[in-house]
């Protein structure tokens, strides 16, 4: 089954991919509140999602309760519990063992925690506001959360569930992949058209790679903020591949790993801006946003295989049940 957000249009669809592709349900967070992240629980029973209010203003104090975090029964469609998130939230990501769910907040300096079996929320603290993309390392033991308003990466053990130190760039981050051994990162940034090979011990850049030239008539970057550029990067699980995306050059671009060998590029849609990878390595799926539908890369032929329109109205993150 493949799980596709969609941010505008207000939704999560499932897409049951051994039978045609056929969407099988649709889930709504409600009218006022945009999904950002999915993700499944590790017996597949379980979809999580969170979503921020459409109307909330971070700088208006009355609001007690702007974003949510719920679980949804992937069997019926419905609605499981749900429990409030204070705050602008961004993406989330999960520990290991799918018991912790680390969500990030653009407008306050913390990161939310939420217990999915108890429910429990605990706020850890960090040095910066502008929190987006979030990580946590293949062990469990260490949470990154980049920043798109002060051009940070903050770390925090999981174990003290406390902020630890954080590293500055000179541009906003925005997705970024860790190895296995949770020594590297592959980061993005606004404005910049590749990526950065990061050393997570010593927190500096060991290199930047420049991805390929942008088409001809596409711009190399949104003319306002937050100026994206790529958007997605990930290992395919068997560490044979790393993939990432060129979000106004509108194609995936695969590398070698962990040589960084360009391998091929692939044209999508428009403003790909999300990917996944099966576990065993053999596809990897990509949104395009603007033109509203998902990709099926074959990570064997390094070729599309499968294109969905309509999926929803600008749609972003996927998750997997394989």
Not at 24 to 31: F, H, P, Y
Not at 48 to 54: A, D, E, F, L, P
Not at 130 to 138: L, Q, Y
Not at 192 to 215: E, Q, Y
């Amino acid at each position: 089954m493949i799980y596709q957000q969609n941010t505008i249009g207000g939704d999560v669809a499932a897409f049951d991919e051994k039978n045609g592709y056929r969407e099988v349900g649709r889930v709504r967070l409600g009218d006022q509140f945009m999904p950002d992240s999915v993700v499944l629980s590790g017996d597949h029973s379980t979809l999580y999602v969170n979503g921020s209010n459409r109307f909330y203003c971070w700088q208006n104090p009355e609001h007690a309760s702007e974003s949510v975090f719920v679980a949804y029964d992937t069997a019926t469609f419905e609605e499981k519990w749900r429990v409030p998130l204070h705050g602008q939230i961004e993406h989330f990501a999960a520990s290991p063992d799918r018991r912790y769910v680390y969500n990030a907040h653009y407008d306050k300096k913390m990161v939310s925690r939420v217990d999915t079996h108890t429910r429990e929320v605990k706020t850890i603290n960090i040095a910066n506001l502008g929190g987006h993309k979030v990580r946590v390392s293949a062990d469990g033991k260490k949470v990154y959360v980049g920043s798109i308003v002060w051009a940070s990466l903050d770390e925090i053990d999981t174990e003290t569930a406390t902020w630890t130190r954080n590293m500055t760039f000179d541009d906003n981050v925005r997705p970024f992949a860790l190895s296995s051994d949770g020594k590297t990162a592959y980061l993005q940034q606004n404005r910049l058209h590749g990526f950065h090979v990061v050393d997570l011990d010593a927190f500096r850049i060991l290199k930047t790679v420049d991805m390929p030239g942008i088409p001809d008539g596409l711009p190399h970057h949104e003319d306002k903020y937050p100026f994206t550029s790529d958007h997605g990067v990930e290992i395919s699980p068997d560490e044979k591949y790393i993939v990432f995306l060129a979000t106004t050059g509108n194609y995936a671009a695969i590398y070698s790993y962990p040589d960084l060998e360009l391998v091929k590029t692939i044209p999508l849609g428009i403003q790909p801006s999300y990917l996944t990878i099966s576990k065993d390595s053999t596809r990897c799926y990509v949104s395009s946003r603007v033109s509203g539908e998902f990709h099926v890369i074959s990570l064997e032929s390094l070729e599309v295989v499968h294109t969905q329109s309509g999926v929803g109205a600008f749609p972003q993150r996927i998750c997997l049940d394989h």
